[in-house]
């Protein structure tokens, strides 16, 4: 099972996967290559809304290996409120893509100096 090659039909030559896992359920993969991150979410969880649980256990680890994670998108693709949830920064746009960083957990508070 991998809804990378699900998704995509194949994975992409030179990029790692993983699988999301947690509490010993399958809920999708990862997609690496360096600091760029795609995320796959199996069919059966899709638009359930992913638990801050989930998101925070799989991305605590990806960000203290890699301190900061970069995605992409096509501009208006259906991904993109998915990627703004997890709390990445649109940085930039070309013709073909929407550019996005996240270098603290999803769902972290942000503290404000007072």
């Known amino acids: 099972m991998n809804s990378i090659r699900d998704y995509l039909g194949f994975i992409p030559q030179g990029w790692e996967t993983k699988p999301i896992e947690c509490d010993g359920v399958y809920y999708g993969d990862v997609m690496m290559q360096g600091n760029e991150i795609h995320v796959a979410v199996a069919p059966e969880y899709r638009r359930r809304g992913w638990s801050r649980r989930i998101a925070r256990h799989v991305f605590a680890k ?25 709390g990445f920064v649109q940085t930039n746009e070309d013709a073909q893509f929407r550019y996005w960083w996240l270098d603290s957990l999803p769902f972290e508070r942000k503290h404000h100096g007072t």
Do not use: A
Request: net charge neutral; no cysteine; aromatic share 8%.
């Open 62 to 86: 990806l960000l203290e290996t890699h301190k900061f994670l970069v995605t992409r998108s096509v501009p208006g693709d259906e991904t993109e409120p998915f990627i703004r949830r997890l």
